[in-house]
Structures are given as structure tokens and as C-alpha cells.
């Protein structure tokens, strides 16, 4: 069966600290591995990752996976209040569906002003 | 892209009763999928659907749980008879694939469900 470990389960800092998020995982078959950012309502897409080493990055956000150690990280530079919200990771093998997303239990990610 | 689309936005009913959410996909969206979230946890898969068919069903969906996704467009889930471990969000995702590719899933607001 998949499986996803977030950790820390929890964060708090200050406006303008750097945190690093992390996720591994045991999946059958790997396809990609997703991380998504959830405040009140719908997890909102940030980024697929299928292939080790290659650096994706959107504005302050920046994440990377190893495939041959089973990680991936979640980086936010210069954090803001805005940035606080739940990050979840999720994996994608080809079991049974194309698709079909085993989540971990997410990171509380708190920004104090 | 009007984005994903769930109705009600809050249900709750007592226990017992029947309950239906509604999903409205992404328009060229072809894979549909639900989960359920309980707090303090991640989405779990409940089940799938490749057009008008579906191709999977965890074994967290009993036989109280139906889905339906007619014509290959909007998708119900109906819960009968429900009980108080029903009480969670039930989101809906949707995405555009081919065979073995497929694209990042965009999800809807969710459907809280409250059972008195």
C-alpha cells in the first residue's frame, strides 16, 4: 500500500524565515509526487515532480525530488503571513488508477507577522 | 477555466438519512475522482472515473456509498443510511489524461458534511 510522512507536522515562524517542508514515501511504481497548498477550502495545485534532481520553482516557493532516497522537500524563502496554510504532499504510482493520489497527513505551516 | 465546482457547499442532516453531492469538473476534464478528509488529515482516494466510467473504488466506499458520473461530465456521490463516521469534507478533483499521462488533479471547494 502507499505511504506518505510529512514532517515537521508543524511550523511556526516569524515573516521573512526560510522554512523547509518534507515529504517521503513508499509507493508501487512511481509516477510523480505533488504538492498542494490548502488554506479553508480547496488544495490549491503548486507543483508536480517526476524527475530526480530537477528544481522546480514558482516566486519564493522552490521544491526538488530524490527518487533513489524516496524524499522530497518543499522550500519557502522570505515567508509571509499569507504563506500559512497546510501543505500537503501526495504520490502517484500506477497501481490500479492513473491519477489516484495518496496524501500525507500535511504540514500546519503558521507565519507570524 | 471556472475551476471545479461543488454543490452543496455544507449539508447536515441526521443520522440516518440520505445524502447527494454534486461535482462539476473542469470543462476538457476527462478524469474525476473524490476523496474524503477528516481533520488534521490528507485527502483519502473514495473513487474514480474516466469519462462515464468508473474504474476504481477504495475499500473505505461501502455499499451505503454510490457514485455516478452520467454522460461523462458532472458526477454525484450519494451516501444512504448515514452514520456519524460519515461526518468529514468530501472533495472533488478532476484532471485531463491520456493512457498513462496525466495532468496535476485541481480540486473543488468541498462538501462539508455534519451528521447530527
Known amino acids: 500500500e502507499d505511504k506518505v510522512v510529512q514532517s515537521p507536522l508543524s511550523l511556526v515562524v516569524h515573516e521573512g524565515d526560510t522554512v523547509t517542508l518534507n515529504c517521503s514515501y513508499e509507493?508501487?511504481?512511481?509516477?510523480?509526487l505533488l504538492w498542494y497548498k490548502q488554506e479553508k477550502k480547496a488544495p490549491t495545485f503548486l507543483f508536480m515532480l517526476?524527475?530526480?534532481?530537477i528544481e522546480k520553482k514558482s516566486g519564493r516557493l522552490s521544491s526538488i525530488l530524490d527518487k533513489k532516497e524516496l524524499f522530497s522537500i518543499l522550500n519557502i524563502t522570505a515567508t509571509q503571513t499569507g504563506d500559512s496554510a497546510i501543505y500537503l504532499c501526495a504520490v502517484e504510482g500506477d497501481g490500479t488508477s492513473y491519477g489516484k493520489l495518496t496524501f500525507g497527513q500535511g504540514t500546519i505551516l503558521t507565519v507570524h507577522p | 477555466d471556472t475551476g471545479v465546482s461543488q454543490n452543496p457547499r455544507h449539508k447536515i442532516t441526521k443520522r440516518g438519512q440520505n445524502v447527494t453531492f454534486r461535482c462539476d469538473p473542469i470543462s476538457e476534464h476527462n478524469r474525476l475522482y473524490w476523496y474524503r478528509q477528516t481533520l488534521g488529515q490528507g485527502p483519502e482516494f473514495l473513487t474514480y472515473f474516466q469519462n462515464e466510467a468508473q474504474l476504481e473504488k477504495s475499500r473505505l466506499l461501502s455499499d451505503r456509498f454510490s457514485a455516478e458520473r452520467p454522460k461523462g461530465s458532472f458526477s454525484t456521490l450519494e451516501i444512504q443510511r448515514t452514520e456519524q463516521g460519515d461526518s468529514a469534507m468530501y472533495l472533488c478533483a478532476s484532471s485531463r489524461g491520456q493512457g498513462d499521462s496525466n495532468q496535476p488533479q485541481h480540486f473543488g471547494d468541498g462538501t462539508r458534511l455534519s451528521i447530527l
Open positions: 509507493v508501487t511504481n512511481f509516477r510523480s
Open positions: 517526476t524527475s530526480s534532481g
